[in-house]
């Protein structure tokens, strides 16, 4: 192993190639680092903090960070799962998560993550928010319950669809998924269930109407391994 192409993360060394991320050269290398707003292909944006790690001493996502020769990470640590579970939390209570009856259940990342992480309680009180869910599509529903506001619904729609049909509006606590139509409905979109957009979704706020519960639950990607044991399937998810 060449050590100028090498860093290291918790103690072992990690290949990369030029211009990877931190996180992107840990997941090739079958290194977990929990994440949600990243997706391969897509320009990381280090929205959710989840990949946050510790290079040299200095807390940075790893999504955005590059990877250089020689730095030292520190990413599987009691410290730093923690404030990822604490994020986790916030996530949880923020929506409205209806696990047990959501189609997305074991094809779920935030509930794959939370599971691996051992998130054992929500810890905070629930906002329980009024969010709507958009049927007007013919093929898909909008559930804005369990958005979690990635923005990779917005980044897909833009960079690989060249559609814009979602669009991040409001700042801080207010800031949602909007849809650009006049009337606001994904129904009035140019969107369709082949558009990469469709796909993206970490959580269960884009579905199709057609085919759910095709594969039971208890048989899904998840369900079989935990998500920190399946980085070659974060790593070939393509755009």
Same mark, same amino acid.
Request: glycine residues 8%.
């Given at each position: 192993?060449? *050590?100028?192409?090498?860093?290291?993360?918790?103690?072992?060394?990690? *290949?990369?190639?030029?211009?990877? &991320?931190?996180?992107?050269?840990?997941?090739?290398?079958?290194?977990?680092?929990?994440?949600?707003?990243?997706?391969?292909?897509?320009?990381?944006?280090?929205?959710?903090?989840? #990949? &946050? %790690?510790?290079?040299?001493?200095?807390?940075?996502?790893? #999504? &955005?960070?590059?990877?250089?020769?020689?730095?030292?990470?520190?990413?599987?640590?009691?410290?730093?799962?923690?404030?990822?579970?604490?994020?986790?939390?916030?996530?949880?209570?923020?929506?409205?998560?209806?696990?047990?009856? #959501?189609?997305?259940?074991? =094809?779920?990342?935030?509930?794959?993550?939370?599971?691996?992480?051992?998130?054992?309680?929500?810890?905070?009180?629930?906002?329980?928010?009024?969010? &709507? %869910?958009?049927?007007?599509?013919?093929?898909?529903?909008?559930?804005?319950?369990?958005?979690?506001?990635?923005?990779?619904?917005?980044?897909?729609?833009?960079?690989?669809?060249?559609?814009?049909?979602?669009?991040?509006?409001?700042?801080?606590?207010?800031?949602?998924? %909007?849809? =650009?139509?006049?009337?606001?409905?994904?129904?009035?979109?140019?969107?369709?269930?082949?558009?990469?957009?469709?796909?993206?979704?970490?959580?269960?706020?884009?579905?199709?109407?057609?085919?759910?519960?095709?594969?039971?639950?208890?048989?899904?990607?998840?369900?079989?391994?935990?998500?920190?044991?399946?980085?070659?399937?974060?790593?070939?998810?393509? %755009?």
């Amino acid at each position: 192993m060449n *050590p100028e192409n090498t860093f290291i993360i918790d103690g072992s060394p990690i *290949p990369f190639e030029p211009d990877q &991320t931190v996180l992107q050269a840990a997941l090739k290398a079958a290194v977990y680092i929990p994440h949600l707003c990243y997706y391969p292909g897509l320009r990381p944006n280090g929205g959710c903090k989840l #990949c &946050t %790690v510790v290079i040299n001493g200095k807390h940075t996502s790893a #999504c &955005t960070a590059q990877a250089r020769a020689g730095i030292e990470v520190e990413n599987n640590t009691p410290e730093l799962n923690d404030k990822r579970r604490l994020l986790l939390q916030m996530l949880f209570v923020e929506g409205n998560h209806f696990c047990p009856g #959501c189609e997305k259940s074991g =094809n779920c990342q935030l509930q794959a993550t939370a599971y691996d992480l051992e998130m054992m309680t929500p810890h905070f009180n629930h906002f329980f928010p009024t969010r &709507t %869910v958009d049927a007007s599509h013919p093929e898909a529903f909008l559930d804005m319950n369990r958005c979690i506001n990635c923005g990779l619904c917005v980044q897909a729609s833009c960079e690989v669809d060249k559609k814009n049909v979602f669009a991040m509006s409001g700042r801080g606590m207010a800031s949602h998924i %909007v849809i =650009n139509t006049p009337s606001g409905k994904l129904g009035d979109s140019d969107f369709a269930m082949s558009d990469k957009a469709a796909s993206v979704c970490p959580v269960g706020a884009i579905l199709p109407k057609s085919g759910n519960f095709a594969v039971p639950i208890g048989q899904r990607i998840y369900d079989s391994l935990p998500i920190s044991a399946q980085t070659e399937f974060l790593t070939t998810r393509k %755009v």
